[in-house]
């Protein structure tokens, strides 16, 4: 991800730690990644992929190469991968190595999230979800009314953790086009919170963690107050893409971080 990768540049430039910042500059054709994809190599450890495979081994070596040499302009490498590296993509890439400076971190574009999440709840499944999250270019609202619910550790900046009473007061602070997960620990909490985001309609997702029992009963209860089936219609429950069998909480989180990266590229 690159803001967690920009981030690590920072921390090592604030460090003194000598590094290369290895860039894709142009690419066509099939190339394993795209244009502005970033990996920085410092003489003892790589933060990021360029894509893997014999290219990145090179690249690595490339660059420690120019770093033990104190290179300080940016070198331009066009790679043609099958005939130059043997590899099975017919693309070709050009891939710009220069030093980490900061002028690079300026010049470096801040990712633009996939999408807003609002995480209700920090029981097991929120957890496991809020993990996999980590690795994704996404903003989160992780909102839960215990404290003691979310891990001891920091997580991630794009991940912001929210204690809060009642939590459904956070409902209406979400961006529209916001997407929700709904997974407390308590149904009458489910409830009011989903109630609260199907009134104000203007979700991207809404996702509700239960079963097609709890669909029906919560459906019922939702008609009963008036929410418009346009917007009953699209509540989510239960959440995941299907086929992932399990109920651990990782396998569901599997199923429910896919669905929403589906429905992410979807509504792109």
């Known amino acids: 991800m690159h803001g967690a990768l920009k981030a690590t540049g920072r921390a090592w430039l604030d460090a003194g730690r000598p590094a290369m910042l290895v860039q894709v500059l ?8 795209e244009a502005g994809t970033r990996m920085l190599v410092s003489a003892d ?24 040499d104190h290179v300080t302009t940016p070198h331009d490498q066009p790679i043609a991968l099958g005939p130059t590296l043997g590899q099975c993509c017919g693309g070709a890439l050009t891939l710009r190595t220069a030093p980490l400076d900061a002028a690079a971190l300026v010049a470096w574009p801040d990712e633009v999230p996939l999408f807003h999440l609002q995480l209700y709840g920090a029981g097991h ?12 270019p996404c ?38 086009g916001a997407f929700h997960l709904v997974l407390t620990h308590s149904h009458d909490l489910d409830l009011r919170i989903t109630e609260a985001i199907l009134q104000r309609g203007d979700f991207g997702y809404l996702g509700l963690i239960g079963s097609a029992t709890k669909r029906a ?25 299907p086929g992932i069998p399990g109920k651990q909480p990782e396998q569901i989180a599997v199923a429910v971080v896919a669905q929403l990266l589906q429905q992410a590229a979807s509504t792109g």
């Open 26 to 33: 142009e690419a066509r054709g099939s190339v394993p990644r």
């Open 45 to 68: 450890a790589v933060a990021g992929t360029i894509g893997g495979g014999h290219l990145e081994l090179q690249a690595i070596a490339r660059a420690r190469a120019l770093l033990a």
């Open 125 to 136: 499944v929120g957890r496991a979800i809020a993990q996999l999250l980590a690795t994704l």
């Open 139 to 176: 903003e989160v609202d992780w909102i839960d009314e215990r404290e003691a619910e979310f891990p001891a550790e920091p997580g991630p900046p794009h991940i912001r953790r929210l204690c809060v009473e009642p939590v459904e007061a956070e409902v209406p602070l979400a961006p529209p």
């Open 217 to 241: 009963r919560f459906l019922a209860r939702f008609r009963q107050r008036g929410v418009a089936d346009a917007a009953l219609d699209r509540l989510t429950c239960p959440i995941g893409v």
